[in-house]
């Protein structure tokens, strides 16, 4: 499963990528507000840092405009993902960029139909937004789970790029189901490598080694 971090924030990007964590990133207008950046200038940025895939999201909604917006993001760099919103116009332009040969992400998607419609569109990537379907109190799961038997029995390219994921059981359980990529923020992806028994074996064991007086280098 690759790795994407749900941020625009340089630094946060730099250190996960230098942990070999970072397989792509993914941003959106509330992120790029959040990282206080102009957006050219912090996605080109991003691009230098990342080999992967980086999705810049359109914030346009007419096709004629997003296609304007499209172009102007596609020049920051070779590796920009084109990120359309789940509309009739954002599907148009996935259509038409993806058979340009561009990298898409449809965002947004909260439905098995949507992610079907983006895929006959050529998406590179899928967007289901998990973590907003739980707040509804439904289970963003059984939408993963549901996108991932559809792309199967028609052998859709389209990667399911598990979205809005905030906790480590969202990234576990998305992994289970065998979605293709999980963006998150940067403390869940640091958050995976958590776990009590952990910590407390490695204690035990420097104070055993501690009493050895015994040094490796
Ligand atoms: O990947 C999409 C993400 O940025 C949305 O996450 O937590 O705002 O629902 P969230």
Redesign the pocket.
Known sequence: MKFFV?TADVNEIRELNDLGFVDGV?T?P??ILKSGRNILEVTKEICDIVEGPVSSEVTATEYDAIMKEAAVIAKIADNICIKLPLTLDGLKACKNLSSDGHLTNV?LCFSANQALLAARAGATFI?P?I??LDDIGLDGMDLIQEIRQIYDNYGFETEILA????TVNHIKAAALIGADVV?A?PATLKALVKHPLTDKGLETFLADWAKTGQKIA
């Open positions: 749900d993914t959106n509330s992120l965002t967007s937004f973590g907003r979205a809005s994921a905030r963006t923020p």
